[in-house]
């Protein structure tokens, strides 16, 4: 019974995905324009609607026109409801193809950025003019600031595109290293996240480590680990914002990252207390007290991405919550597996029988929860193959299937062999692997938050 649940599950996430969605376009962050792309206008262009899937939160003055010439205008924005931006330009725009950039931050984080190409057919207005063009920016940021100052183009044209980057760059882009560090910061805070929570629940629900709160040094070490990644990515939000880290802390982007930072910080002092024999008096307090930040930790991804912008909200932080819980589950299970069979081989049939049904559990919850969450964000099966968020999801759904049926071989072959003549080198060698996909999995989905569906 077990075994059919786990195959339907597994076979659910490509069928279900692959059949059931309603057929139509991704999420994407632009949905349009007036003018639309690629029209032809008689009269000079005073202004351009754009209208986004996602609230923008941080508009900047992050819209450009790019005449032929290679003059660059930079737009006034305004808007009613976060969705459709006005953009004014100042003069007109006359006299050929206009090449409108736009690069905001939506509410979830994401940057929302393209172009559109509008012709306009009125001719310039003759005036006599030096051979050089000046852009005049508008007061920037500290980030912009410190990035460089406002550009001025030289008498020679520049080629097509050149000097609308390099406007890009000052007016409405962070400085360049702010998103590596950023996905670098939030791939290894989920990493070390799901690791010590599940290898804490392995230890103390299937090893049952007779401590309160095993491994403290490793404990501490992890936690130090995600708390300073969090700090890291309040960082890197504050310079997108052009903020103090101070006021970055009560934007609604800085929820997810401050969570794990506090949960990560509480959990490092739980790990000296014990270290220091703190918590003598009151162990059982203590182990409740340490199950707020654990799911502090825990909750921090559904604060975060597209937990808060696509599908009924509560239903996706459910889905996530749970998601994440389970992958903790399986992750610290299997990371924990491995140290039984180096550290205490008598416990390990025992402890490996009760993970393999452990995990039969949390394998189907990662599968349905996974699954739910998809259909949210995806509208049809094209969304899975024409983009790099799809493409994304299709790899980590072949590292969960691996995964999964590695799984399933320990658990109905492995283990009843382990049991019979103690042999643990197969079962070693598989859960390295599993490891290794796990971790696959967990690189992927941060770069799946932190994507544009």
């Known amino acids: 019974m077990a075994l059919s649940a786990l195959v339907v599950s597994l076979l659910a996430l490509l069928g279900v995905v692959a059949f ?10 632009f949905s349009g324009s007036e003018p639309p792309d690629g029209a032809e206008l008689e009269e000079p262009l005073e202004f351009v609607t754009l209208t986004f899937a996602l609230e923008v939160a941080d508009p900047g003055n992050g819209v450009v026109a790019s005449a032929p010439d290679g003059t660059v205008t930079l737009a006034d924005l305004s808007t009613s409801d976060d969705l459709t931006w006005t953009a004014r330009f100042a003069p007109s725009l006359t006299g050929g193809a206009h090449e409108i950039r736009y690069a905001m931050r939506a509410l979830d984080g994401h940057m929302v950025e393209g172009s559109i190409t509008l012709t306009v057919t009125a001719a310039a ?47 409405v882009g962070p400085p360049r290293w702010v998103d590596p560090v950023d996905h670098t910061a939030r ?46 990515e309040l960082i890197t939000i504050a310079q997108r914002l052009g903020v103090s880290v101070g006021e970055v802390l009560g934007d609604p982007l800085a929820r997810s990252p401050l969570m794990t930072t506090l949960g990560g910080a509480l959990i490092a002092i739980g790990a000296v207390a014990v270290m220091t024999d703190q918590i003598q008096a009151s162990p059982r307090l203590f182990a409740w007290v340490m199950a707020l930040p654990v799911v502090a930790v825990i909750a921090a991804p559904a604060f975060d991405g597209h937990a808060i912008t696509l599908g009924p909200r509560w239903a996706h932080l459910a889905a996530d919550v749970v998601h994440v819980t389970a992958t903790s589950i399986w ?28 995990l039969v559990v949390t394998v189907i919850a990662v599968v349905t929860t996974g699954l739910a969450m998809t259909l949210m964000i995806v509208d049809g099966p094209g969304d899975l193959f024409n983009s790099q968020w799809g493409r994304r999801l299709l790899v980590k759904v072949a ?10 071989h320990h658990h109905w072959r492995v283990v009843p062999n382990l049991r019979s003549d103690g042999s643990t080198r197969q079962f070693r060698q598989s859960l390295v692997v599993e490891a290794l996909l796990l971790v696959i999995v967990v690189v992927v989905t941060s770069w799946l938050v932190v994507a544009m569906p």
């Open 187 to 232: 791939l290894v805070g989920d990493l070390f996240s799901l690791l010590v929570v599940g290898m804490l629940v392995f230890a103390v629900v299937l090893w049952r480590v007779p401590a309160v709160l095993p491994a403290p040094r490793l404990t501490l070490a992890m936690a130090l680990t995600i708390t300073i990644a969090g700090a890291v």
């Open 331 to 358: 992750m610290g299970s299997v990371v924990g597996l491995i140290a039984v069979a180096v550290n205490d081989r008598r416990a390990l049939p025992v402890v490996a029988t009760r993970a393999a049904r452990w």
């Open 125 to 171: 207005p003759t005036t006599t003019t030096s051979n050089v063009t000046s852009v005049s920016l508008p007061s920037a940021t500290a980030a912009d600031e410190s990035a460089t100052s406002a550009p001025t183009v030289a008498s020679t044209q520049p080629e097509q595109g050149s000097l609308i980057d390099v406007v890009e760059s000052v007016v």
């Open 399 to 408: 590292a969960v299937i691996a995964a999964g049926l590695i799984g399933a």
């Open 20 to 29: 059931a969605a309603r057929p139509g376009l991704a999420h994407s962050d």
